[in-house]
T-cell receptor, first 115, second 116 residues
Framework: GDSVTQMEGPVTLSEEAFLTINCTYTATGYPSLFWYVQYPGEGLQLLLKATKADDKGSNKGFEATYRKETTSFHLEKGSVQVSDSAVYFCALVGAGGTSYGKLTFGQGTILTVHP | GAVVSQHPSRVICKSGTSVKIECRSLDFQATTMFWYRQFPKQSLMLMATSNEGSKATYEQGVEKDKFLINHASLTLSTLTVTSAHPEDSSFYIC????????????FGDGTRLSIL
């Protein structure tokens, strides 16, 4: 079945540091890829998405590029802020068969940014 | 944009109580809604897929008689945790998907259930 693997956390950075959170996936066909963010005590918010190979999703300074050849969707931000502290989930929606429309999540990466 | 409302946000109740959680899509019709469970510091685990007008599809290992799902309209799905026990304490999150293609799911804010 489909699966998503994220880099192990937690990740601790100083403000204005560069952020990378790695994400790789296993899926048949061409899934859609997403990054969700969860702030403490809240539900999930969609951060960005990409629906086909070489698409770049971007939002709030975060970027991720859909790499079919490496089955990756790494999240990056050039300069993090304290307010970016949250849990980040990489996810995919299956492209067909029994996986169609189902979200599969990575295990989540806790990001803490210090002033 | 699309918004999903989940209610209540927090429930504390005694063991043996049944608890109902509502999930509403506010500005779109959701033929499919999803229910997830999240344990502390863990990812979301899909419990079931709720289909309007038909029976829910449960993931392996999820007790359908324990977690009753009703999707009676295109904007409302409910999850009832029957005869809840402390091990049912968790964060429950619903999501809804717009009908067109593989669009991202929109999530409710979650319900923190604590069974004493």
């Amino acid at each position: 079945g489909d699966s998503v693997t994220q880099m192990e956390g937690p990740v601790t950075l100083s403000e204005e540091a560069f952020l990378t959170i790695n994400c790789t996936y296993t899926a048949t066909g061409y899934p859609s890829l997403f990054w969700y963010v969860q702030y403490p005590g809240e539900g999930l918010q969609l951060l960005l998405k990409a629906t086909k190979a070489d698409d770049k999703g971007s939002n709030k300074g975060f970027e991720a590029t859909y790499r079919k050849e490496t089955t990756s969707f790494h999240l990056e931000k050039g300069s993090v802020q304290v307010s970016d502290s949250a849990v980040y989930f990489c996810a995919l929606v299956g492209a067909g068969g029994t996986s169609y429309g189902k979200l599969t999540f990575g295990q989540g990466t806790i990001l803490t940014v210090h002033p | 944009g699309a918004v999903v409302s989940q209610h209540p946000s927090r429930v504390i109740c005694k063991s043996g109580t049944s608890v109902k959680i509502e999930c509403r899509s506010l500005d779109f019709q959701a033929t499919t809604m999803f229910w997830y469970r999240q344990f502390p510091k863990q990812s979301l685990m899909l419990m079931a897929t709720s289909n309007e007008g038909s029976k829910a599809t449960y993931e392996q290992g999820v007790e359908k008689d324990k977690f009753l799902i009703n999707h009676a309209s295109l904007t409302l799905s409910t999850l009832t945790v029957t005869s809840a026990h402390p091990e049912d304490s968790s964060f429950y999150i619903c999501s809804a998907r717009t009908p067109t293609g593989n669009q991202p799911q929109h999530f409710g804010d979650g319900t923190r259930l604590s069974i004493l």
